[in-house]
């Protein structure tokens, strides 16, 4: 009996000590936490909180929203990044002083374009729908009308695999979703995470109105309800 009092008391002092971390500790986990995000954030694929803990916080579970907070507020405040909550512990990192879409000294120029007009496409092909959507069939025929699939051809020499791209890379790093639409065959494209937190509404309409050369973006009411909704959106967010 003694010895099971002895371990018991042993274990609630291990726990205690676990969940009393110092400033000193706490700020190297942060450091540790960080370094991590921005190596993974390479390949722009969810970032996974249960990974953080068991890399970062074993025996220290307690603390992960304290440092979570902490990781956010650095990232912020220094690095002018965000991490942003998806949902089931997943999160993405934002960089939120950059646009890297349609500059050509980007490296990864192409796949950007690419994406730019495909979320375009999807944002401006529903009037009339609270999160617009584009039918897979519909996105490859306005590719094919610019020229960038040919004769069911994806392959670009510009862009490179352009079903691929689509299909997976941009759906695997959560710029899109992509779905069935219940009780059919027919393939959906969204707005997904990571294209929400990066790219306005505004920015898109803003392209769309220097192609239509210069038409004024309240002629897109719906899209542009969309734009200042979100705009609304986001000053609350901000506050």
């Known amino acids: 009996m003694s010895q099971r009092k002895r371990l018991g008391k042993s274990t609630r002092s291990q726990t205690t000590r ?17 370094r991590y995000l921005f190596a993974n954030n390479q390949s722009k694929t969810a970032i996974h909180g249960d990974q953080i803990k068991k890399n970062y916080l074993a025996g220290l579970s307690q ?34 002083i950059n646009n890297p879409y349609l500059d050509s000294s980007n490296k990864d120029a192409a796949e950007n374009t690419l994406l730019f007009l495909t979320l375009t496409y999807i944002f401006m092909s529903c009037d009339n ?27 670009h020499h510009y862009f490179g695999n352009v079903k691929k791209l689509i299909t997976s890379q941009f759906v695997d790093q959560l710029y899109l979703t992509r779905r069935k639409i219940p009780g059919t065959e ?19 309409l803003e392209f769309v109105s220097k192609v239509y050369n210069d038409r004024p973006i309240e ?3 719906a899209q542009a309800g969309a734009m200042r909704e979100s705009e609304k959106l986001d000053i609350h967010a901000n506050e």
């Open 18 to 34: 676990n969940a009393e971390i110092d400033l000193e500790e706490e700020n190297h986990i942060v450091g540790m936490v960080i």
């Open 63 to 96: 603390n992960y929203s304290s440092i979570i907070i902490k990781v956010k507020q650095t990232l912020h405040e220094i690095f002018g990044y965000e991490l942003i909550d998806i949902g089931g512990l997943k999160y993405i990192l934002v960089n939120k």
């Open 129 to 155: 729908e609270a999160t617009p959507f584009a039918k897979e069939d519909d996105l490859w025929e306005y590719l094919t009308n610019l020229k960038i699939i040919k004769d069911e051809n994806f392959q």
């Open 186 to 204: 027919e393939i959906i494209y969204e707005w997904g995470p990571r294209a929400n937190a990066e790219i306005t509404r505004r920015s898109i």
């Open 219 to 221: 002629s897109w009411p």
